[in-house]
Protein backbone atom coordinates (compact mmCIF):
# COMPACT_ATOMS: atom_id res chain seq x y z
CA UNK A 1 0.00 0.00 0.00
CA UNK A 2 2.81 2.31 1.31
CA UNK A 3 5.14 1.61 -1.78
CA UNK A 4 2.05 2.07 -4.64
CA UNK A 5 1.07 5.75 -2.95
CA UNK A 6 4.93 6.58 -2.82
CA UNK A 7 5.25 5.39 -6.72
CA UNK A 8 1.99 6.59 -7.88
CA UNK A 9 2.51 10.84 -7.84
CA UNK A 10 5.69 10.02 -10.16
CA UNK A 11 3.72 8.74 -13.00
CA UNK A 12 0.64 11.46 -11.87
CA UNK A 13 3.46 14.58 -13.01
CA UNK A 14 3.68 12.82 -16.17
CA UNK A 15 0.19 12.31 -16.93
CA UNK A 16 -1.00 15.96 -16.18
CA UNK A 17 2.01 17.52 -18.10
CA UNK A 18 2.46 14.93 -20.78
CA UNK A 19 -0.30 13.28 -21.51
CA UNK A 20 -2.76 16.30 -19.88
CA UNK A 21 -0.82 18.48 -22.57
CA UNK A 22 -0.35 21.27 -20.23
CA UNK A 23 2.89 23.52 -20.32
CA UNK A 24 5.82 22.71 -17.04
CA UNK A 25 6.41 26.51 -16.11
CA UNK A 26 6.45 27.76 -12.91
CA UNK A 27 2.92 28.14 -11.77
CA UNK A 28 1.26 24.84 -13.42
CA UNK A 29 4.16 23.08 -11.57
CA UNK A 30 3.25 24.13 -8.03
CA UNK A 31 -0.39 24.20 -9.05
CA UNK A 32 0.10 20.33 -10.21
CA UNK A 33 2.21 19.55 -6.92
CA UNK A 34 -0.76 21.48 -4.55
CA UNK A 35 -3.41 19.37 -6.36
CA UNK A 36 -1.27 15.99 -5.82
CA UNK A 37 -0.82 17.11 -2.30
CA UNK A 38 -4.07 17.95 -1.08
CA UNK A 39 -5.47 14.61 -3.00
CA UNK A 40 -3.01 12.28 -1.16
CA UNK A 41 -3.58 14.26 2.72
CA UNK A 42 -7.42 14.37 2.40
CA UNK A 43 -8.40 10.82 0.21
CA UNK A 44 -5.19 8.60 2.18
CA UNK A 45 -4.61 10.71 5.55
CA UNK A 46 -7.69 11.65 6.29
CA UNK A 47 -10.50 9.51 4.36
CA UNK A 48 -8.70 6.10 5.17
CA UNK A 49 -6.19 6.29 7.92
CA UNK A 50 -8.59 8.63 10.33
CA UNK A 51 -12.26 7.20 9.29
CA UNK A 52 -12.02 4.00 6.74
CA UNK A 53 -9.44 1.98 8.82
CA UNK A 54 -11.70 2.32 12.09
CA UNK A 55 -14.53 0.76 10.20
CA UNK A 56 -13.99 -2.74 9.98
CA UNK A 57 -15.98 -6.22 9.58
CA UNK A 58 -14.60 -8.67 12.16
CA UNK A 59 -10.75 -7.41 10.99
CA UNK A 60 -12.09 -6.90 7.28
CA UNK A 61 -11.75 -3.50 5.79
CA UNK A 62 -13.00 -2.06 2.14
CA UNK A 63 -15.57 -1.05 0.60
CA UNK A 64 -17.27 -4.78 1.21
CA UNK A 65 -16.66 -4.34 4.57
CA UNK A 66 -18.61 -0.78 4.63
CA UNK A 67 -21.39 -2.74 2.27
CA UNK A 68 -22.07 -5.06 4.62
CA UNK A 69 -21.28 -2.80 8.38
CA UNK A 70 -24.53 -0.16 6.64
CA UNK A 71 -26.95 -3.17 5.68
CA UNK A 72 -26.80 -4.04 8.89
CA UNK A 73 -28.31 -1.69 10.23
CA UNK A 74 -30.79 -0.95 7.68
CA UNK A 75 -32.95 -4.05 7.17
CA UNK A 76 -35.37 -4.07 3.86
CA UNK A 77 -36.36 -1.04 2.07
CA UNK A 78 -35.41 1.18 -0.16
CA UNK A 79 -32.32 2.11 1.64
CA UNK A 80 -30.75 -1.21 2.20
CA UNK A 81 -31.27 -1.28 -1.88
CA UNK A 82 -29.67 2.11 -2.18
CA UNK A 83 -26.98 1.26 0.18
CA UNK A 84 -26.21 -2.13 -2.00
CA UNK A 85 -26.13 -0.33 -5.11
CA UNK A 86 -23.40 2.12 -3.75
CA UNK A 87 -21.74 -0.91 -2.94
CA UNK A 88 -21.79 -2.76 -6.19
CA UNK A 89 -20.57 0.77 -7.44
CA UNK A 90 -17.85 0.78 -5.48
CA UNK A 91 -16.80 -2.59 -5.93
CA UNK A 92 -16.70 -2.12 -9.66
CA UNK A 93 -14.07 0.80 -8.97
CA UNK A 94 -12.22 -1.30 -6.35
CA UNK A 95 -11.72 -3.85 -8.97
CA UNK A 96 -10.49 -1.43 -11.42
CA UNK A 97 -7.95 0.03 -9.52
CA UNK A 98 -6.61 -3.07 -8.66
CA UNK A 99 -6.20 -4.30 -12.34
CA UNK A 100 -5.31 -0.74 -13.13
CA UNK A 101 -2.41 -0.11 -10.37
CA UNK A 102 0.00 -3.16 -10.50
CA UNK A 103 0.54 -2.10 -14.54
CA UNK A 104 0.59 1.29 -14.15
CA UNK A 105 3.10 1.08 -11.19
CA UNK A 106 5.32 -1.14 -12.98
CA UNK A 107 5.36 0.14 -16.36
CA UNK A 108 5.92 4.02 -14.76
CA UNK A 109 8.83 2.45 -12.85
CA UNK A 110 10.55 0.73 -15.92
CA UNK A 111 9.69 3.52 -18.11
CA UNK A 112 12.76 5.03 -16.75
CA UNK A 113 15.23 3.19 -18.46
CA UNK A 114 14.26 5.57 -20.82
CA UNK A 115 15.27 8.82 -18.97
CA UNK A 116 18.56 6.96 -18.87
CA UNK A 117 19.35 5.50 -22.48
CA UNK A 118 16.75 6.33 -25.13
CA UNK A 119 17.98 3.10 -26.83
CA UNK A 120 16.25 0.99 -24.33
CA UNK A 121 12.82 1.79 -25.15
CA UNK A 122 12.03 -1.12 -27.07
CA UNK A 123 12.75 -3.13 -23.76
CA UNK A 124 10.23 -1.20 -21.69
CA UNK A 125 7.15 -3.42 -22.77
CA UNK A 126 9.08 -6.71 -22.55
CA UNK A 127 10.50 -5.66 -19.14
CA UNK A 128 6.88 -4.55 -18.26
CA UNK A 129 5.53 -7.81 -18.63
CA UNK A 130 8.15 -9.82 -17.24
CA UNK A 131 8.23 -8.10 -13.98
CA UNK A 132 4.68 -8.56 -13.55
CA UNK A 133 4.30 -12.27 -14.79
CA UNK A 134 7.19 -12.59 -12.28
CA UNK A 135 5.28 -10.81 -9.25
CA UNK A 136 1.79 -12.48 -9.71
CA UNK A 137 3.38 -16.18 -10.21
CA UNK A 138 4.89 -14.99 -6.82
CA UNK A 139 1.98 -13.66 -5.24
CA UNK A 140 0.09 -17.15 -5.08
CA UNK A 141 2.63 -18.30 -2.06
CA UNK A 142 1.22 -15.31 0.27
CA UNK A 143 1.25 -11.70 0.47
CA UNK A 144 3.08 -11.75 3.56
CA UNK A 145 6.37 -13.36 1.99
CA UNK A 146 5.82 -10.68 -1.23
CA UNK A 147 5.84 -8.43 1.83
CA UNK A 148 9.01 -9.43 3.42
CA UNK A 149 11.17 -9.41 0.07
CA UNK A 150 9.94 -6.05 -0.72
CA UNK A 151 10.12 -4.17 2.12
CA UNK A 152 13.65 -3.55 2.43
CA UNK A 153 13.92 -3.04 -1.14
CA UNK A 154 11.22 -0.28 -0.45
CA UNK A 155 12.96 1.33 2.32
CA UNK A 156 15.70 1.61 0.25
CA UNK A 157 13.73 3.26 -2.03
CA UNK A 158 12.04 5.79 -0.26
CA UNK A 159 15.29 6.77 1.45
CA UNK A 160 16.74 7.33 -1.91
CA UNK A 161 13.56 9.92 -3.05
CA UNK A 162 13.69 11.60 0.29
CA UNK A 163 17.50 12.17 -0.25
CA UNK A 164 17.31 13.60 -4.17
CA UNK A 165 13.92 15.01 -2.74
CA UNK A 166 15.35 16.99 0.01
CA UNK A 167 18.57 17.96 -2.23
CA UNK A 168 15.99 19.34 -4.65
CA UNK A 169 13.98 21.13 -2.01
CA UNK A 170 17.07 22.80 -0.45
CA UNK A 171 17.64 23.81 -4.37
CA UNK A 172 14.63 25.06 -5.05
CA UNK A 173 12.94 25.57 -1.49
CA UNK A 174 9.99 28.05 -3.25
CA UNK A 175 8.67 24.14 -4.04
CA UNK A 176 6.99 23.98 -0.60
CA UNK A 177 4.53 26.73 -1.13
CA UNK A 178 2.57 24.23 -3.20
CA UNK A 179 1.16 23.16 0.05
CA UNK A 180 -0.83 25.97 0.37
CA UNK A 181 -4.19 25.03 -1.37
CA UNK A 182 -4.59 28.74 -3.46
CA UNK A 183 -2.19 27.27 -5.74
CA UNK A 184 -4.38 24.26 -6.78
CA UNK A 185 -7.57 26.86 -6.92
CA UNK A 186 -5.89 28.77 -9.22
CA UNK A 187 -4.60 26.23 -11.79
CA UNK A 188 -8.22 24.86 -12.14
CA UNK A 189 -9.53 28.04 -12.18
CA UNK A 190 -7.23 28.48 -15.08
CA UNK A 191 -8.00 25.40 -16.96
CA UNK A 192 -11.85 25.35 -17.04
CA UNK A 193 -13.46 22.55 -18.04
CA UNK A 194 -9.96 20.91 -18.78
CA UNK A 195 -9.35 20.88 -15.20
CA UNK A 196 -11.69 18.15 -15.10
CA UNK A 197 -9.45 16.27 -17.26
CA UNK A 198 -6.28 17.11 -14.87
CA UNK A 199 -8.80 15.61 -12.23
CA UNK A 200 -8.82 12.53 -14.01
CA UNK A 201 -4.73 12.12 -13.92
CA UNK A 202 -4.53 13.68 -10.39
CA UNK A 203 -6.96 10.93 -9.45
CA UNK A 204 -3.84 8.50 -9.99
CA UNK A 205 -1.94 9.57 -7.37
CA UNK A 206 -4.10 7.69 -4.60
CA UNK A 207 -4.41 4.40 -6.59
CA UNK A 208 -3.82 1.80 -4.49
CA UNK A 209 -5.57 3.00 -1.36
CA UNK A 210 -8.74 1.19 -1.32
CA UNK A 211 -6.76 -2.61 -2.48
CA UNK A 212 -4.09 -1.78 0.63
CA UNK A 213 -6.56 -0.98 2.65
CA UNK A 214 -8.04 -4.15 2.39
CA UNK A 215 -4.57 -5.84 2.66
CA UNK A 216 -3.85 -3.64 5.60
CA UNK A 217 -7.22 -4.41 7.42
CA UNK A 218 -6.31 -8.25 7.31
CA UNK A 219 -2.66 -7.76 8.18
CA UNK A 220 -4.22 -6.06 11.77
CA UNK A 221 -5.88 -8.34 12.41
CA UNK A 222 -3.84 -11.06 11.87
CA UNK A 223 -1.47 -9.50 14.23
CA UNK A 224 -3.65 -8.78 17.32
CA UNK A 225 -4.85 -12.55 16.69
Known sequence: MYGDIGTSPLYTLREIFIQGGITPDHTHVLGALSLIFWAILLVVTVKYVVF????????????????????????GGMRSVAILTL??????????DAVITPAISVLGAIEGLKVASPALMTWVLPLTLGVLAALFAVQRFGTAGVGRMFGPVMLVRFLTLAVLGAAQIVATPGVLSAVSPHHAIL???????????????????VTGAEAG?????????????
Open 87 to 96: GILGTALFYG
Open 52 to 75: VMRADNKGEGGVLALTALALRRRQ
Open 213 to 225: TVNLMAVCRAGAE
Open 187 to 205: FLAEQGWTGLLVFGAVVLC
